[in-house]
């Protein structure tokens, strides 16, 4: 029998769909229902790399796990990655098939219908309920031939759908009105309910504007989430997260992360959080950085136009003066390769400037070419001086997605000894400059806890005595979240009427 599907749409980009769908993908998971979440397209520069080798949106793989399955390229079959203001990469099916501009994309897009089609019926066939994300808004209307995401995509998969509105950025009731309206009638008539997310105050002073809405509309509000406060990896830029700095105390351990432009993968950092005495902040390009006790350059979709970004905003100086003055500075994948003496681009296959100069930290040089690698990875890390020198033997796993080949030099040692064999990263002859390719390596409590402590050490702190308050590993505290999620939802949604729309009790 095909699974029940249901599709998640938003008022707009960030109104909560995609935490939503994570918390019904736990919720009915951990009642014992075969659940996948599935997004047909997603425009994203935080990605993931599946077991198989393919790159799909990282909210699908935090989705997955949360539903206890193992990520995979069917649950998000076209990804999108900006790589300028104008172009993007298109991946299908996990692997990279070329760089477009709009108009070249969505003359393309019709091509895609039948394999969404097809990774759609694959899910169904193999599970009790399939949770859909849709994108931005579905009352986009200059988007609305050949959409694949939203509406369309309800079409497709014969499926109703639920639209979420964001009370707390205001406009509410206009938004959800709104969006309905602009809808055609036969989309109109999927949108079965409507969930309010984000609200603080008083319920009773909302609910005239509930009722009211639901006679306007015709549609029922399933409920009222409140403001939240669990931590659930956001999919993309605009999230909270990266919109403010928060200056350390007196006792904390001050991390700057620099938000470059073009930005990758910036939960690889959200570990730091959890721990006591640390003090995460992004820190934007032409703003100061500070004295942080460490400095992380993280991935970045366009490693020599934001290495360019740094330079003409002074950042480059700023974090060069940092590193001279003690600093101690960190690189992740495109972040590593701007450690370097130099990146090379001459196929053009990621910029159009063939050649950019690094901030000069670590003897690398990297030379991008058109083959993408995009595969898991774990090791254990080696001897190495400073900061990390607490640091090894620990095991760390995560994930590579890049198109440079980076080739160190006679200055450095390497950090990780792969299990697939090799080596991989690089250590500065001090320690006080390391970079690395493998997204998720901060993800290993104990590699974060014995940097920290060494960063704390040298403040004369004194050291961490415990990982977390309550979790042995990173996995095991987002799992925790997920459950919090699925609590509230269960407090908060009327989920007999949610599923009676989705007819899931017929599929038990």
């Known amino acids: 029998m095909s699974a029940a599907r249901l ?22 998971a951990r009642r014992g229902f075969r659940v996948a979440p599935f997004k047909a397209q997603n425009m994203a520069l935080n990605s993931f790399v599946t077991p198989e080798g393919g790159e799909i949106g990282r909210s699908q793989a935090v989705q997955a796990e949360a539903c206890g399955l193992t990520p995979s390229v069917l649950l998000n079959p076209v990804l999108l990655k900006p790589n300028s203001d104008h172009t993007s990469q298109v991946i299908v099916l996990g692997k990279a098939v ?112 509930l009722r009211r809405i639901e006679v306007l509309l015709g549609i029922p509000v399933l ?28 006792g904390d351990v001050d991390i700057a992360v620099i938000r470059l432009p073009r930005i990758a993968n910036f939960t690889d950092f959200g570990i730091f959080d959890l721990l006591h005495g640390v003090s995460l902040r992004y820190v934007k390009p032409g703003e100061s950085l500070g004295s942080p006790d460490l400095c992380i350059i993280p991935g970045s979709k366009s490693t020599i136009a934001d290495m360019r970004v740094l330079d003409e905003t002074g950042m480059a100086g700023a974090i060069r003066r940092y590193h001279a003055s003690g600093g101690v500075v960190a690189g992740v994948c495109g972040g590593y390769q701007m450690l370097g003496r130099e990146v090379a681009d001459p196929s053009g296959a990621e910029s159009d400037i063939p050649l950019a100069g690094g901030l000069g930290l670590l003897d690398v040089t990297t030379v991008f070419s058109p083959e993408k690698q995009t595969v898991q990875a774990e090791g254990r890390v080696l001897p190495v001086p400073g900061p990390l020198a607490g640091a090894t033997g620990s ?20 950090l990780l000894e792969l299990r697939r064999g090799g080596t991989e990263g690089a250590v500065s002859p001090d320690g006080r400059v390391f970079g690395t390719y493998l997204h998720g390596i901060f993800d290993s409590f104990p590699f974060v806890r014995s940097l920290v402590n060494h960063l704390r050490e040298r403040k004369g702190l004194q050291p961490l005595e415990q990982e977390t308050a309550a979790h ?15 609590d509230m939802l269960e407090r908060h949604l009327d989920l007999r009427a949610l599923e009676t729309i989705i007819a899931l009790d017929a599929k038990k």
């Open 7 to 28: 599709l998640v749409v938003g008022t707009a980009s960030n109104a909560g769909k995609s935490v939503l769908v994570t918390g019904l993908c736990r919720l009915y």
């Open 98 to 209: 070329a760089t477009m501009d709009a108009k070249a994309y969505y003359a393309f897009r019709h091509t895609l219908k039948p394999r969404v089609l097809e990774a759609f019926n694959t899910l169904a066939a193999e599970s009790d309920l399939v949770i859909m994300e849709g994108a931005g808004s579905p009352a986009e209307i200059n988007l609305r031939e050949n959409d694949l995401v939203n509406m369309g995509m309800a079409a497709m998969a014969d499926a109703p759908a639920v639209l979420v509105g964001d009370i707390d950025r205001g406009g509410v009731f206009a938004s959800l009105y709104g969006t309905v309206k602009l809808l055609e009638p036969d989309e109109r008539a999927r949108i079965k309910g409507i969930v309010i997310n984000r609200f603080r105050g008083d319920l009773a002073i909302l609910e005239p504007g």
């Open 223 to 250: 409920g009222v989430l409140p403001y939240w406060d669990i931590r659930v990896e956001e999919e993309d830029s605009l999230a909270e997260r990266l919109t403010g700095a928060r200056a350390a105390g007196p």
């Open 395 to 414: 095991r760390v796993e995560g994930y590579e997605i890049h198109m440079g080949r980076t080739v160190t030099g006679a200055g450095t040692r390497p």
């Open 472 to 486: 042995e590993t990173y996995r095991e505290y987002r799992m925790a979240q997920y459950d919090r999620l699925a």
